[in-house]
């Protein structure tokens, strides 16, 4: 059901208490440079936030930030402009307009003005001779996509980062998202509410703890704004004897066939979505090796395929430890222009603001990285809390990375004991900060001691409500030296704020160990093996239920053990690592104190392996303060056999840094 035209037209209308576009002066800032609290994101995509003149919410993306005066709603929306002074489209099922904007400067720019369709009733039909087999629930379950989700899934297309990178779809350029004030009954917008509810529910969680998150509101519209691509769709050019039978016969598998391999399809795909390209100069269409150019048009059915949907996780799996292994190399390309380099203690970061105002700092050199850290990639994933008392959690993020999270205890007084000794010694200390606790580890790593690796570090973009129990404010003081670059420096470390520590999740294996001859990670988790050809599918259910098995038979009863709790290890020659008794070599992580309640490790072992760590620690002049086995992860196989280091040690991989300190000097 379309939009009714009462209310499409009656939103026309109103021109608010204001007029005119603001002073194009006031918005000659670059993108880069905005304010945190003017900027937004959503499905990937980073939005300028304006409040325009004549009210509503304009949500202004990069490719529409030149222009922005030219987008303010005065200058094609109000009074109708869009439709008065525009042309709708023909052939658009849905109200779509071209317009040649109002005149700003002396200057006016075509754009289309599409009002979004989202969650209203779907009726697709897809021809029996269209060249793409999709399946029929897919046609059932269409949906029209929701404004800011069509331009993610848009810019997505755009970069063609899957499949080959000779193939590239040229489409419009999103500019910008309108969502004008007033508000309509549900009966003249067609929605249904239970799917609104859908999308608003994928928005939100999109944007879990953005302070100045996108709402979708159900009884207001919302308006796409897109570049105009200059040329005839491909039935006009057919009747305009521009192009053959041939040619137009030939395109739509073409489109079809390049969308799919770059990982898209679009349900209702037709030739007049297909924007052929002109020639300067005699206005033919332009050619490229003998094809036709075409810009493609219309998004609302747009979707990733499922094949799109596994590569690209694998896909960033494997850059992302790419970047990784060159992290401490010095970056071969210059810093973009909203992140900075910073050194503190010792340990080199990427520091730069995230679209909730939150601050990052990623550990390393490259500014690659910087983004697989972002709140929205780790903080709304399904995670899994694995201390009964302090916020740890363990997530796999949205680019398929597998990291643990932890929210630092600066400036909480420790709640120990004053009397005991170790209470007194915790207490005299307090916790380190998350910048110490990065910094310990990066330096016991370089001593030998296994460690989990940093990753990044992370303060919310909204202040934090503290609680009444007595504070710490030491280590405040301590760094108050230590200030972000730019021109507003302030403090790295704030009593107003919650920071997370981010570390590479410990299954088992160090991946950054390096192995002679194996370019890729050391060890990786038997799902990644399956999905890199390693193993089959058939084989991979196989060492699953095994695995399993051998677990019971340790006492673990029927504990659901997943495809990537197991970690295995590729052979330099191909395939994957064998035992002894020529089964895939599978290890798994489990914390000392976990194995000694199981009977794995008995008093004695235990008590070394606990020993061992101490020792280690004191002959680089530290110590832990709050010594225990629950800090200690060991490397297990199915049969209870633990990873042994050079001396025949069991090996023990620390993972709790915030009660370290040096036993003559500051560690750091």
Known sequence: MPINSRALMSAGGSTGSRSGPLPAEQWSIPFDELSPDLVVRAFGVEYGHVCPPAAGDLYVTRYGWPFVTHLLPANWYQDQWYARSGQRLPGATGNVYRVQTRPVDGRSIDIVVKFSRVAQDVMVVVPTTFPDDIPPEVIANARFNSPMEEFGLVMELRRGAFGPRNVRVLTQRPLAIYAPPEEFPLWQLGRDQTSFYVHGRQLADDQEHAIKAIELDIRRIYVLLYGWIKGKDAEEALRASDIDTRDFEALTPRVVDELRTKGFRVLDNKPRHFILRNRRGDGTPLRKRGKLVYGLVDFEFLQRTHEHQ???????????????????QPAPAPMPSHLKRMTIFGTPYVFGTGADGGRLWVVGHDPDLFDYFLPDRWRRTARVKLSPMNEVYRTRTRDNVHVVYRRSRVGTRPFVDPLTGWGKQIREHGYNSPFEEVAIAERLRQMGIPTTCSRAIYRTGHPSTKPGYPRDDRRFTDHADLVTPGPSPEPVLSPHHDYYTIWDCYRGADPEQPVEGLEGPSAIDLE???????????????????????????????KGIADDDLIVFPHRGGGLRRDDRGRIDVALCIDALTAHEYGLLDDGVYRTVIEHLDAKLHA???????????????SMSPDGRFARDAYGEVLATLCNFELIRGLYRPIR
Do not use: I, M, P
Request: with cysteine; glycine share 10%.
């Open 528 to 558: 990644r093996g399956c999905e890199a050809g390693l193993v089959s599918g058939e084989q991979l259910a196989e060492v699953v239920e095994t695995t399993r098995q051998r677990l019971r038979t340790l006492g673990f009863g029927d």
């Open 620 to 634: 680089v002049d530290c110590e832990k303060l709050n010594v225990s086995g629950s800090d200690l992860l060991l």
């Open 310 to 328: 596994r590569a690209f996780k694998s896909a960033q799996y494997d850059r992302y430890w790419h970047l990784q292994r060159r992290r401490r």
